[in-house]
Nanobody
Framework: QVQLVESGGGLVQAGGSLRLSCAAS????????MGWFRQAPGKERESVAA????????SYAGSVKGRFTISRDNAKNTVYLQMNSLKAEDTAVYYC??????????WGQGTQVTVSS
């Protein structure tokens, strides 16, 4: 079992930066792949970035590649999403997930990111 709590969301101007954090509890964090997803109003939830449990492989949605960076600190049971050059279209609720690239079993409650243009 993994419990996830996101933080770091907020209101930022276009072109600005935010860093989201996801604190995990549970002994299996270090063996869990971790992902960030987002859902904008009226849209389906989409994958933003994901990272293997070892940290060795990560993936990004095309819309955020080069602007967002996912990382993890297994000693702190935390995964991060550094978001730079934010755009209005990045506005969404961002969710953290744990599991595997093929099966995201556990989800956080989400944190709101609003980018003003």
């Amino acid at each position: 079992q993994v419990q996830l709590v996101e933080s770091g969301g907020g209101l930022v101007q276009a072109g600005g930066s935010l860093r989201l954090s996801c604190a995990a509890s549970g002994r299996t964090f270090s063996r869990s792949d971790m992902g960030w997803f987002r859902q904008a109003p009226g849209k389906e939830r989409e994958s933003v970035a994901a990272i293997r449990w070892s940290g060795g492989i990560n993936s990004y949605a095309g819309s955020v590649k080069g602007r967002f960076t996912i990382s993890r600190d297994n000693a702190k049971n935390t995964v991060y999403l550094q978001m730079n050059s934010l755009k209005a279209e990045d506005t969404a609720v961002y969710y953290c997930a744990a599991g595997s690239f093929n099966n995201w079993e556990f989800w956080g409650q989400g944190t709101q990111v609003t980018v003003s243009s």
